[in-house]
């Protein structure tokens, strides 16, 4: 059975930092792509980022661009999303997604296996 188990999240205050993990188990992703999403109450789910099975093609959404940086292990099954100078606008649970190709995540935001989230929440 695949999984993907986020871990990471948490309450920090505005120009915090936190670093998500996001670690697959059940088969291994050779050749897949790793995203990140968030979900924040009423709204849809939005892309934040996505990176290639070797790391060199990777995606950001325009609203963390500079900010948070994705990364991955393949060693590991981990990605990882590094989160830098958060606002409280980037509060909301993250889903860690995986399969299919960087455009499928960023574009059409489908993946085949996807995560429960995880919490994060940035104080004034």
């Known amino acids: 059975q695949v999984q993907l188990v986020e871990s990471g999240g948490g309450l920090v205050q505005t120009g915090g930092s936190l670093r998500l993990s996001c670690a697959a188990s059940?088969?291994?992703?050779?050749?897949?792509?790793m995203g990140w999403f968030r979900q924040s109450p009423g709204k849809e789910r939005e892309f934040v980022a996505a990176?290639?099975?070797?790391?060199?093609?990777?995606y950001y959404a325009d609203s963390v661009k500079g900010r948070f940086t994705i990364s991955r292990d393949n060693a590991k099954n981990t990605a990882y999303l590094q989160m830098n100078n958060l606002k409280p606008e980037d509060t909301a649970v993250y889903y860690c997604?995986?399969?299919?190709?960087?455009?499928?995540?960023?574009?059409?935001?489908?993946?085949?296996?996807w995560g429960q989230g995880t919490q994060v929440t940035v104080s004034t």
């Open positions: 059940g088969r291994t992703f050779t050749g897949s792509s």
């Open positions: 997604a995986a399969g299919g190709s960087v455009v499928t995540i960023r574009q059409f935001k489908r993946a085949d296996f």
């Open positions: 990176i290639s099975w070797t790391g060199v093609i990777i």
